[in-house]
C-alpha cells in the first residue's frame, strides 16, 4: 500500500507565500511523476502543477505560472509547491497525486493512481 500525505496547508493574506510538501511511503513502488491538485468548494478537483520523477519537467496550469513552483526530492519521496503572491481564488483543499512507472505529467486526475488526503489552503484578508 502507498500513503501520500500533505502538510503545510493554512491561512495566509493575499500576497503571501506558502509551501506545501507530500511524501510518498509504503511498499516499494516506482514513481513516474507526481502532482497537485486543489477542489473549492462547490468546483471540481483541477490540476495546479505536476513534475516527473526522473528528469524532472514540470507542467502547469495557467493560473500558476510565474506563482508557483513543483519540485522534487527524490531521495525524500517528497514533491513540493511553493505558492508565491497567493490570492483569494486560491483557496481550496490541495491533494498530491502519484502516477507509478509513467512520467505523466497531465491533468486527468485519472492518471494518478494514489491521492493525498489533501491540505486546506485558505486566502483570506
Known amino acids: 500500500q502507498v500513503q501520500l500525505v500533505e502538510s503545510g496547508g493554512g491561512l495566509v493574506q493575499p500576497g503571501d507565500s506558502l509551501t506545501l510538501s507530500c511524501v510518498a511511503s509504503?511498499?516499494?513502488?516506482?514513481?513516474?511523476?507526481m502532482g497537485w491538485f486543489r477542489q473549492a468548494p462547490g468546483k471540481e478537483r483541477e490540476f495546479v502543477a505536476a513534475?516527473?520523477?526522473?528528469?524532472?519537467?514540470?507542467n502547469y496550469v495557467d493560473s500558476a505560472k510565474g506563482r508557483f513552483t513543483v519540485y522534487r526530492d527524490n531521495a525524500k519521496k517528497t514533491v513540493y509547491l511553493r505558492m508565491h503572491d497567493l490570492r483569494l481564488e486560491d483557496t481550496a483543499v490541495y491533494y498530491c497525486?502519484?502516477?507509478?512507472?509513467?512520467?505523466?505529467?497531465?491533468?486527468?486526475?485519472?492518471?494518478?493512481?494514489?491521492w493525498g488526503q489533501g491540505t486546506q489552503v485558505t486566502v483570506s484578508s
Open positions: 513534475i516527473t520523477w526522473s528528469a524532472g519537467y514540470t
Open positions: 497525486g502519484l502516477s507509478t512507472d509513467e512520467p505523466y505529467i497531465g491533468r486527468l486526475a485519472a492518471k494518478y493512481h494514489y
Open positions: 509504503g511498499r516499494t513502488l516506482s514513481i513516474g511523476a
